[in-house]
């Protein structure tokens, strides 16, 4: 079992729809990254989360330490947001930063 | 734009060649990362560096090395390479090192072995 699971593995919406992507882990973290890959390639940082909630924008991320749970939201999708999102874990333990990743959600809205 | 850039960004090779990959962190950052990302591993740590020395290892083969310079860009080295190897290779950087940091990524390299 991996250390990280996302769900669901592919999604397809139509424009405008809320979407949620969920992530769960089964380590003790010191912080839970949200990161958006595009075609192409480049990875983006979108959320760094070790307790409570963020938003930025359409995008909120939540997260719930005690039942090791994370979510990402996009409100009011766009075709733009279509890439493959990724769930990240930095383990417990301070000293070092690496990450731990989920196998990702690919997203695709359409218009 | 992350701050980080990594060459080159496509690196075509044959099997049992070697190859090295360049990584500059963004201004300020003491910490790299290298991570590979394949069709059937996704995306796996290999190795971090903090101000020059070794912070923690992953998954490296003992094919693959890397160091941090004193200015502080690093470089990945790839050696024997096998069909296996072709990935996109990702190096981050942030600014501690320390869990907690957010790491920014570089624009990867995607090597091809043939």
């Known amino acids: 079992k991996n250390e990280v699971e996302q769900s669901p593995q592919n999604l397809t919406a139509q424009e405008g729809e809320f979407i949620t992507i969920n992530c769960s882990y089964s380590v003790g973290i010191s912080a839970l990254h949200w990161l958006q890959q595009h075609p192409g390639g480049g990875i983006v940082s979108l959320f760094m989360l070790s307790s409570g909630k963020k938003k930025h924008g359409r995008l909120i991320a939540t997260i719930n330490i005690q039942e090791k749970h994370s979510s990402l939201h996009i409100t009011a999708s766009h075709p733009r947001d279509s890439a493959v999102y990724i769930c990240?874990?930095?383990?417990?333990?301070?000293?070092?930063?690496?990450?731990?990743f989920g196998t990702g959600t690919l997203l695709a809205v359409q218009p | 734009d992350s701050g980080v850039t990594q060459t080159p960004k496509h690196l075509i090779t044959a099997t049992g060649q070697r190859v090295t990959l360049r990584c500059s962190p963004r201004?300020?950052?003491?910490?790299v990362y290298w991570y590979q990302q394949s069709l059937d591993q996704g995306l796996q740590f290999l190795i971090q560096y903090y101000n020059g020395e070794e912070r923690a290892k992953g998954n490296i083969l003992e094919r693959f090395s890397a160091q941090q310079f004193p200015d502080l860009h690093s470089e990945l080295n790839l050696s024997s390479l096998e069909l296996g190897d072709s990935a996109l290779y990702f190096c981050?950087?942030?600014?501690?090192?320390?869990?907690?940091?957010?790491?920014?990524f570089g624009p990867g390299t995607r090597l091809t072995v043939l």
């Open positions: 201004s300020g950052d003491l910490s």
């Open positions: 990240a874990v930095s383990h417990n333990g301070g000293a070092t930063n690496k990450l731990i």
């Open positions: 981050a950087s942030s600014p501690s090192g320390r869990a907690g940091d957010t790491q920014y």
